[in-house]
């Protein structure tokens, strides 16, 4: 069992940037296939980024290339995403998720491990 707790959310003008972060206070976190999602009321839950274990692949919804960057410090138990140019579009509650499962791809369907969400609302 693993708990995620994440950060970083708020009020942001059309083309600025946030950095949500999420802390897993976990002594296994670096065995822990790590991921960002986001969802809007009414939509389904949808596939945002997901960071392998040692960080060293990382792969990217087409709505996120290019403008969000999801890495990991194993050392502090955090995962982050660095979103820019963010758009109107990109509101919604983010959520972290984990599993123990050691594939960035199947964390797009399979996920066990999921923290609260945090807020991100993008202004025209």
């Known amino acids: 069992q693993v708990q995620l707790v994440e950060s970083g959310g708020g009020l942001v003008q059309a083309g600025g940037s946030l950095r949500l972060s999420c802390a897993a206070p976990?002594?296994?976190?670096?065995?822990?296939?790590m991921g960002w999602f986001r969802q809007v009321p009414g939509k389904e839950r949808e596939f945002v980024a997901a960071?392998?274990?040692?960080?060293?692949?990382?792969i990217y919804a087409d709505s996120a290339k290019g403008r969000f960057s999801v890495s990991r410090d194993n050392a502090k138990n955090t995962v982050y995403l660095q979103m820019n140019n963010l758009k109107p579009e990109d509101t919604a509650s983010y959520f972290c998720a984990a599993d123990t499962h050691d594939s960035v791809y199947l964390m797009r369907t399979i996920v066990h491990y999921w923290g609260q969400g945090t807020q991100v609302t993008v202004s025209s």
């Open positions: 960071l392998s274990r040692n960080g060293g692949t990382a």
């Open positions: 976990a002594r296994s976190f670096s065995t822990y296939t």
